[in-house]
């Protein structure tokens, strides 16, 4: 049982350490530290159902519906390229810095459904966790339960951390060229994710 538990917990680890949308998003609100207990639950429980998924057989599934992995790619595509376009026009315009009050006043529904399109409506998240983790769980037999808790150990680690340990970042991100520079880094990212999503 330990080493299924094990692999699932560092090849889940692997798997999301890479920046992502999903990764500067929670990043950027831990930094801001706006709404982060929600956030972070938000993407660990994501992962979480999806691993269970993926587990659970659902890679088959999505292998034998032919027009579901186009459509995941297409609608996340658009969504990432519209966020990456918010945030180049933040990092053009600037005027954001840390305060020790933080927070810029959006409301917890809109960074909640912020949270789920950037989880949901991304094909790699799915290629990750449901076919990936999926298929290798089944290396594993009769343990694929350990092997599903260790993945699902790793997202809720990683994100907490993420979240959380962002502030220990925030004396650099008082300085509003720093929030600009962040803000180029996610359209980057982003831009070249949904990119890649086209081609």
Not at 128 to 149: C, K, M
Request: net charge positive.
């Amino acid at each position: 049982m330990l080493p299924a538990l094990t692999a699932g917990f560092l090849l889940g680890l692997s798997l999301i350490v890479a920046i992502g949308a999903q990764n500067a998003f929670i990043l950027r609100q831990g930094l801001r530290r706006e709404h982060v207990l929600p956030l972070v639950l938000t993407c660990a429980v994501s992962d979480a159902l999806l691993i269970v998924l993926g587990v659970g057989g659902f890679a088959t599934v999505l292998a034998n519906v032919v027009w579901l992995e186009p459509l995941m790619r297409y609608a996340g595509a658009a969504f990432l390229l519209v966020y990456a376009f918010r945030s180049l026009r933040s990092a053009l315009t600037g005027g954001n810095a840390l305060t020790a009050d933080a927070g810029s006043g959006s409301s917890l529904k809109a960074a909640l459904l912020t949270c789920l399109a950037l989880t949901w409506l991304n094909p790699h998240v799915y290629l990750d966790t449901v076919v990936l983790l999926g298929s290798i769980s089944t290396r594993y037999p009769g343990q694929e339960a350990a092997f599903a808790f260790g993945a699902m150990a790793a997202s809720f680690l990683f994100f907490f951390s993420l979240g959380y340990g962002a502030r220990l970042l925030a004396p650099l991100f008082a300085k509003p060229v720093a929030w600009r520079l962040l803000d180029a880094v996610i359209a980057l990212v982003m831009t070249s994710i949904g990119i890649s999503l086209l081609c």
